[in-house]
């Protein structure tokens, strides 16, 4: 590992903890929810591990191509999902305070571009396929099955947030806007993966 790369880990490390120790905080003082409804925060904790582990040199034992390029489209879809329908939303919220919004560009932007610069500099593609997506997807899957379950556990009375994103909100949107919104979700980013393992391929 050289000296560019352990600053990228360090860096990654910085961000996504201080995201993770930001709304670890705020949640605690302000508000009836966990921070572990929002799956930004949990894919940035698996990038915090990740990268600890990967520093320490603990990791070598199970590294692998398809393991990486898991961890690195965990974060990636972080940042396009933030950026693509939750920015215009967070706006208002954003322009209330300074440390906020840090922590928003660092666990929406910062963290996941470093992982995927690392990634495109030094992680080995050689053992990636076409099917390699059912690999990390796996971890979104698992975030939205839980989710609704959870969400049948809440009243319409409860101060807890029932849904914690806009477009899995069933009651506002409805179960067919639902369904299209997962799909078309899920469409996008097999394409994004495909494309990714195509460009793999011709570089």
Request: glycine share 2%.
């Amino acid at each position: 590992m050289n000296i560019i790369q352990i600053i990228i880990y360090i860096t990654i490390i910085i961000s996504s903890g201080y995201g993770l120790i930001y709304d670890a905080v705020n949640y605690r003082k302000e508000s009836k929810n966990s921070m572990w409804i929002f799956y930004t925060n949990i894919s940035n904790l698996i990038i915090l591990i990740y990268s600890i582990l990967s520093v320490s040199s603990i990791l070598k034992i199970i590294t692998n191509p398809i393991f990486e390029y898991s961890i690195m489209m965990i974060i990636l879809i972080t940042m396009l999902i933030y950026h693509f329908l939750l920015n215009n939303n967070m706006k208002e919220k954003e322009e209330s305070s300074i440390l906020f919004k840090i922590k928003n560009r660092c666990v929406h932007y910062i963290t996941p571009i470093l992982v995927l610069v690392n990634w495109i500099l030094w992680k080995d593609k050689s053992n990636i396929t076409y099917l390699s997506c059912v690999y990390w997807i796996i971890v979104p899957f698992i975030y939205l099955i839980l989710i609704l379950i959870r969400s049948n556990y809440i009243n319409e009375n409860s101060e807890k947030k029932k849904y914690p994103y806009h477009f899995l909100n069933k009651d506002i949107i409805g179960n067919k806007k639902f369904y299209i919104n997962i799909f078309s979700i899920l469409f996008t980013f097999v394409a994004i993966s495909e494309i990714i393992y195509m460009l793999i391929k011709i570089l």
